[in-house]
């Protein structure tokens, strides 16, 4: 187990922030109670029995997945929570936007896994510094439930060379792997408990293996970056202003859902979803099943 990194008035040390920098990662983080953990899990669990046969215009796992943001108050709601802010503010700085909010869930005792990869390889954005992922536990993560693995410091390589496997077990939107080995012996488990959460650098190599507990592996990833960043590869992207304020104007600020699933929502989450996948499905089979296809 690892030590719990303490907080001061609900901030990051200076000394853990240069351990972020200098690893990569931190965790666990306590961000909530369990006991509030558990409620946002039984509110999307309700979300998913009320929403499932509901006749929305895609797979509902597709709207956990990509974007749940957009079409769910619930998500932007964890996502612009000012605790999760506040930590997040010692990495970043400020001005903090809100580039994607999703879901991660491996349901019990299946083979469901994510590949090593760097996230920032297929995001359209580049080797850039200012982005970092949130990823908070609603259900317990560890090494049999699925947890993720990093490589401590490897966020110090450029972008390295993936794979598109398209493999029906990965959660990933391609299959993306890197295409380096990885020794078990450099795999760091990020163990977390409900209401705990990691932060990862956007060119950690890191991946999770498949759920053989008993229990769903329930998780919320949000990716914050800072709006100096700017999209490369589509001609433009979205993004929530959390805190701070948008100077540079690289994206197109939207104001999150008022209620879910709303026709509104539903319309803004293809427009999203199609200036997108121009970046993160460049190159990719024309006949992939992905998210983004």
Excluded at 45 to 55: F, K, P, Y
Excluded at 248 to 253: E, K
Excluded at 276 to 290: E, F, I, P, Y
Aim: hydrophobic share 40%; with cysteine.
């Amino acid at each position: 187990m690892f030590d719990t990194i303490p907080l001061t008035r609900g901030r990051l040390s200076p000394e853990d922030v240069a351990r972020y920098r200098d690893d990569g990662y931190l965790h666990p983080i306590d961000i909530m109670s369990p006991d509030e953990a558990r409620t946002l899990r039984a509110e999307l669990e309700t979300i998913e029995t009320d929403w499932l046969d509901a006749g929305l215009p895609r797979p509902l796992s597709t709207y956990k997945r990509i974007n749940a943001h957009c079409v769910l108050p619930m998500a932007h709601r964890v996502a612009a929570d000012p605790r999760v802010l506040d930590v997040v503010e010692g990495i970043l700085g400020p001005d903090i936007l809100i580039w994607s909010a999703e879901f991660f869930i491996k349901e019990p005792r299946t083979t469901h896994i994510v590949s090593m990869h760097q996230d920032l390889t297929y995001w359209g954005f580049g080797a850039v510094e200012h982005l970092t992922t949130a990823w908070i536990a609603l259900s317990p993560a560890t090494p049999e439930s699925g947890c993720m693995d990093f490589v401590r410091g490897s966020h110090k390589n450029p972008i390295l060379p993936h794979e598109d496997t398209y493999d029906e077990n990965n959660l990933l939107s391609r299959g993306q792997e890197i295409r380096v080995d990885i020794a078990d012996a450099d795999r760091v488990p990020a163990i977390l408990q409900p209401g705990q959460m990691s932060l990862h650098h956007g060119l950690m190599i890191h991946g999770s293996g498949p759920n053989t507990s008993d229990d769903r592996r329930i998780a919320m990833a949000i990716r914050y970056c800072s709006p100096e960043i700017a999209q490369q590869v589509s001609d433009r992207d979205y993004a929530i202003l959390a805190r701070g304020a948008d100077r540079p104007g690289n994206f197109i600020n939207f104001t999150p859902p008022c209620a879910p699933f709303t026709p509104a929502s539903l319309a803004l989450y293809d427009e999203i979803r199609q200036a997108q996948a121009g970046a993160l499905m460049k190159g990719a089979r024309t006949d992939s099943k992905g998210f983004y296809s």
